[in-house]
């Protein structure tokens, strides 16, 4: 069940091919993963890329949405299309004895996707519909907010589904020119896993590459942190407060002290019970049933959020207490016993992480994508094991720029 990086060479296009062979049972997945191509490239109208992944979730132009979906399920074939932040990805997944016609299905969806003014009209519909029903999610909307504030005036700071002006704006020809541009072999990385054999395997996805038109390398801007900090209160009609903050986190993927980070960030806030947050806020001071934070490093940009539900006339106790314990951590840092029960939770819960073959191709592709070498993760745990405290601590206190928090909250 080694993973393996291999090259497609299709023409004069070069695709990485990421291979996750897994012979336990009969089957089959293969994921496009097109780069600079998610809703950060949202350039033109915002959930324009969300957008485009739902038109092609709508079959082909010649079968339609219906027929297309109807020979799928009649051979129990799976294909859909997502779009994140940075990516967009067409998938197929499969029987081992159907995957040759889902390789059919897939390469007629990709060259005739079912680009028609009745299917545009539906798409908007619902996804109008879906952005109006969130209006009183009150965690969607501050967490929104805080994107907008830390964001600010770039495409991070753009709601990915878009709003409903925006969606409204959306014409075929927005949907024709963005799938164009991006669903290139130049921006390619292919997924495969399963019980596939590799050579069969890249032949047969090299006739699908052979049919995509090679297109333009896209580049990925890293967008800063807005670093003033600011706060952003939006009434609502609601019985408790909820805050969400953030702050500039000044790493990169390929800093050589990442490792340290995921550490430190499980201590603060992400490790859930346990965590300085969770017992400050809620054990101790029950401000709150839960108070978590992460640190957010990708390609595109870097930064600390965080968030929690309190009473309405704990809200002001809330915040001041985030901001002590982000100030208390940076100053004095860790304990030893919470680095050692950290190590023991990482080390000890590893397994789990790779447990299925779409977790280890996942991990394999973001090693890939982040420019590091096949198994850096497992580097990286060595790391962690080895870690001392006073170099944890000295990580700790030069991230000052964690303080410098913003908040958006939605009260009453």
Do not use: W
């Amino acid at each position: 069940m080694a993973t393996v990086i291999q090259e497609i060479k299709v023409n004069d296009i070069v695709v990485p091919i990421i291979i996750e062979q897994d012979k336990r049972l009969p089957l089959a997945t293969v994921q496009f993963v097109f780069k600079n191509s998610g809703s950060i490239s949202d350039e033109k109208k915002v959930g324009l890329a969300r957008f485009c992944a739902k038109v092609m979730n709508e079959g082909t132009l010649k079968l339609g949405s219906n027929a297309f979906a109807e020979a799928l399920e009649a051979k129990a074939i799976h294909i859909s299309a997502t779009a994140g932040k940075e990516t967009f990805v067409v998938e197929l997944g499969s029987l081992k004895g159907q995957l040759d016609e889902g390789l059919g299905y897939f390469d007629r969806l990709l060259q005739d996707p079912n680009l028609s003014e009745d299917v545009i009209s539906k798409v908007k519909t619902t996804t109008i519909g879906s952005i109006s029903s969130k209006v009183n999610d009150y965690d969607y909307v501050a967490s929104n907010a805080l994107k907008a504030m830390l964001f600010n005036d770039t495409p991070m700071a753009n709601n990915d589904s878009g709003t409903i002006e925006s969606v409204k704006s959306i014409e075929l020809s927005d949907v024709k020119e963005f799938l164009s541009n991006h669903l290139v072999g130049s921006n390619l990385v292919v997924m495969v896993g399963g019980d596939v054999e590799i050579e069969d395997i890249k032949v047969k996805i090299s006739k699908i590459i052979a049919n995509i038109k090679k297109g333009t390398v896209g580049s990925l801007k890293h967008h800063e942190v807005v670093v003033k900090p600011s706060e952003s209160v939006i009434k609502k009609e609601t019985q408790q407060a909820y805050i969400y903050f953030g702050s500039p986190y000044n790493m990169r993927v390929d800093f050589s002290d990442n490792y340290k980070a995921r550490v430190a960030s499980y201590i603060l806030g992400a490790g859930g019970f346990g965590s300085r947050l969770m017992e400050e806020i809620r054990v101790k001071k029950g401000l709150a049933y839960s108070a978590y934070a992460k640190t957010n490093v990708s390609q595109s940009s870097s930064y600390m959020s965080g968030y929690l539900q309190t009473k309405l006339e704990s809200q002001e106790d809330a915040k001041k207490s985030v901001k002590e314990v982000i100030e208390n951590f940076v100053k004095n840092g860790v304990t030893k016993d919470e680095l050692e029960q950290t190590k023991k939770f990482m080390l000890g819960s590893e397994p789990l992480r790779v447990e299925t073959m779409s977790q280890r191709l996942s991990r394999a592709f973001m090693e890939f994508y982040d420019g590091r070498e096949l198994g850096h993760s497992l580097k990286e745990l060595e790391l962690i094991k080895n870690l001392k405290l006073d170099d944890l601590n000295s990580f700790i206190k030069e991230h000052t720029e964690i303080q410098e928090l913003s908040f958006s909250i939605v009260t009453k």
